[in-house]
């Protein structure tokens, strides 16, 4: 099974920036789409953004729209989450998934990774 492999989370007061990175264990997997949820304590995880292996298409939640930005490097086969002007309530615990197909499962992720933002 491919697992998703996330980096970048941490500790930042809010305001501040942060970009947190993706990549299969498995370099060749090549989802119909990659994106970002986010889990707070207590909660279901959340979507947050995705986008789509063929023609880049993105979507986002509407909470992010304006300050999140999902890319993809398609040489390295990495997404990247740029967070800006993060807030308090941006505090969560980020994942990376991937999908096979429309109106299906996510059913590839990552381990996770906490990102906090401090007042």
């Known amino acids: 099974q491919v697992q998703m492999v996330e980096s970048g989370g941490g500790v930042v007061q809010a305001g501040d920036s942060l970009r947190l990175a993706c990549s299969p264990s498995?370099?060749?997997?090549?989802?119909?789409?990659s994106g970002w949820f986010r889990q707070f304590p207590g909660k279901e995880r959340e979507f947050v953004a995705r986008?789509?292996?063929?023609?880049?298409?993105?979507t986002y939640a509407e909470s992010v729209k304006g300050r999140f930005t999902i890319s993809r490097d398609r040489a390295t086969n990495t997404i990247y989450l740029q967070m800006n002007n993060l807030k308090v309530e941006d505090t969560a615990v980020y994942y990376c998934?991937?999908?096979?197909?429309?109106?299906?499962?996510?059913?590839?992720w990552g381990q996770g990774t906490q990102v906090t933002v401090s007042s």
């Open positions: 998934g991937a999908v096979l197909g429309e109106g299906v499962n996510w059913n590839y």
């Open positions: 498995d370099r060749t997997f090549g989802p119909y789409a």
């Open positions: 986008i789509r292996r063929n023609g880049g298409a993105t």
